[in-house]
């Protein structure tokens, strides 16, 4: 069954420093979407991307944040200068054309920023 | 603001007893309702979904799931739970906007089955 999958499993970073969370969405799927879960809070949506432009984003996704699909396959999240409350897992996920397909889920990377 | 409010964040149950998570949504419009499971170690897996059509939706493992719009719940049930229903449980709404979704969550409930 296919899946989607994300790398790294686990980043540990400095505070101020750029990372790059990648993700391999479901290959026929078009719609993208980034959640990240703090440490003991809910799942919280973070921005949804679709014919190669953000569709949606929340509040937390400001200027330090970023999406991009750089080859047809990877979607990436970079956050340009990390700060400690950045520390959280961040799930990518994606679904199919048509508003009645779920969201598949990947497996997170959890982040730590020291 | 769109919400959604799961009542119980830690549950504890014996095997073979019943159970049942509540939710709450507040959104007006249309929505599609979902309930996620999180074994411990792995990812957020779709155990049941509500779209329209009749409000009790089954899923997989045996759960099912009551779409009350009235009363803007859909709560998770299970009638005899096991121990590898140790998990975490997670009701989101799929909100629509301008043709785009996306996926509000609630809080979360962890629920520990003892042999």
């Known amino acids: 069954e296919p899946e989607v999958t994300q790398t790294p499993s686990h980043q540990v970073t400095q505070m101020g420093q750029e990372v790059i969370l990648r993700c391999v969405p479901i290959s026929n799927h078009l719609y993208f979407y980034w959640y990240r879960q703090i440490l003991g809070q809910k799942v919280e949506f973070l921005v949804s991307?679709?014919?190669?432009?953000?569709?949606?984003k929340s509040e937390i996704f400001d200027d330090q944040f970023s999406v991009e699909r750089p080859d047809g396959s990877n979607f990436t999240l970079k956050i340009r200068s990390t700060k400690l409350e950045d520390s959280a897992m961040y799930f990518c996920?994606?679904?199919?054309?048509?508003?009645?397909?779920?969201?598949?889920f990947g497996p997170g990377t959890r982040l730590t920023v020291l | 603001a769109q919400s959604v409010s799961q009542h119980n964040h830690h549950v504890i149950l014996s095997e073979a007893a019943s159970l049942e998570l509540g939710c709450n949504y507040s959104y007006g419009g249309t929505v599609n309702l979902f309930w996620y499971v999180q074994y411990p170690g792995q990812h957020l897996q779709l155990l049941l979904k509500?779209?329209?059509?009749?409000?009790l939706v089954k899923g997989i493992k045996g759960f099912e799931a009551e779409f009350i719009k009235s009363k803007f719940s859909f709560n998770l049930r299970k009638p005899s739970v096991q121990w590898s229903d140790t998990a975490e449980y997670f009701c989101?709404?799929?909100?629509?906007?301008?043709?785009?979704?996306?996926?509000?969550f609630g809080a979360g409930t962890r629920l520990a089955v003892h042999p």
């Open positions: 991307f679709y014919n190669n432009e953000i569709s949606e």
């Open positions: 509500y779209f329209s059509g009749d409000p």
């Open positions: 989101a709404v799929n909100l629509f906007s301008g043709g785009y979704n996306k996926l509000i």
């Open positions: 996920a994606s679904r199919e054309r048509g508003d009645y397909n779920e969201q598949f």
